[in-house]
Nanobody, 126 residues
Framework: QVQLVESGGGSVQSGGSLRLSCAAS????????MAWFRQAPGKKREGVAA???????KYADSVKGRFTISDDSAKNTLYLQMSSLKPEDTAMYYC????????????????????WGQGTQVAVSS
């Protein structure tokens, strides 16, 4: 069955960096549209970044220039390099996979994704 397993979360100070990983299994990685979402306490889940099999990338405005999404299809692994972290980046971060290409702003709609990981916590202190 499809499994997405995130790792790499932790606690850092403002301005620090973290690299999240998402190991995917149980499906052909390149057939799926991959994304990172996050959810802070009391807030709705929001799209952070997404990547298509052709290399097309989308970012939320709040993370542009600070976060970088990438993947290694040979390892079936998705990454999120986070730099210049801010306290407002504190959230549970989730990896997600969709079995169809998402156009326009749909990449940020959580209901377009079929599979989710369990999440990894990121805490940024000021």
């Amino acid at each position: 069955q499809v499994q997405l397993v995130e790792s790499g979360g932790g606690s850092v100070q403002s301005g620090g960096s973290l690299r999240l990983s998402c190991a995917a299994s149980g499906y052909t990685y390149s057939d799926y549209y991959m994304a990172w979402f996050r959810q802070a306490p009391g807030k709705k889940r929001e799209g952070v970044a997404a990547i298509d099999s052709d290399g097309s990338i989308k970012y939320a405005d709040s993370v542009k220039g600070r976060f970088t999404i990438s993947d290694d299809s040979a390892k079936n692994t998705l990454y999120l390099q986070m730099s210049s972290l801010k306290p407002e980046d504190t959230a549970m971060y989730y990896c997600a996979a969709s079995d169809h290409v998402l156009l326009g702003a749909n990449w940020g709609n959580q209901y377009e994704y079929n599979y989710w990981g369990q999440g990894t916590q990121v805490a940024v202190s000021s």
